[in-house]
């Protein structure tokens, strides 16, 4: 009977060994995938931050001051108004994008928890408990964020050429009324 016991144990020792093996590579992978994907999310996310502080001075002078309005035509003050509210709405879609990434980031930093666990198990040779469901599910973290980033940055993308489009026509009417009005000249 003990040897029918050591044997066992010594079974499962060698099955619990190969399976810490067999996890290795994809272990290393994932977490360098992890750090690499949380490193690009980070990127994106302080664009966003000086993008918006970007807009956010810009939108400052594209305001109108009150002598300016006067000598404008109608048409002038509608399309300056039409203008601004296309500006902000672009600061509007930053700020979702921004909330989005804010969230997706949060959780990447939540999970790194259990990236952390499994390089700890492959040092300890003993992986914690639900190892392959966890690389399962951090897997799919990983898929799913890798397709965000490409829609975040064309989402994006598309923000700043709403500002840029905006300002600029902005600008181009702004020579249609008297020299020096805008509300950063008051």
Request: charged share 20%; glycine share 10%.
């Amino acid at each position: 009977m003990k040897k029918i016991t050591l044997l066992l144990a010594v079974i499962v020792a060698f099955c619990a060994c190969n399976n810490i093996e067999q996890m290795r590579q994809p272990i290393l992978d994932l977490a360098a995938n992890w750090e690499g994907t949380t490193a690009q999310v980070t990127e994106l996310m302080g664009k966003l931050n000086s993008e918006q502080l970007k807009a956010s001075s810009m939108v400052k002078r594209m305001e109108i001051s009150d002598s300016s309005a006067q000598t404008m035509t109608e048409e002038v003050k509608q399309q300056a108004a039409g203008l601004q509210e296309t500006f902000k709405g672009k600061m509007g879609e930053l700020d979702k994008l921004k909330g989005e990434i804010s969230g997706f980031l949060s959780s990447l930093q939540e999970k790194s928890a259990d990236v952390q666990a499994l390089k700890q198990g492959l040092e300890a040779g003993q992986m914690p408990d639900g190892a392959a469901g966890t690389m399962k599910n951090l897997q799919e973290m990983m898929s799913t964020a890798t397709t965000n980033i490409g829609n975040w940055a064309t989402q994006f993308d598309g923000i700043r050429t709403g500002f840029s489009e905006a300002y600029n026509k902005f600008n181009e009417i702004k020579g249609t009324f008297t020299e020096g009005n805008t509300g950063s000249d008051s």
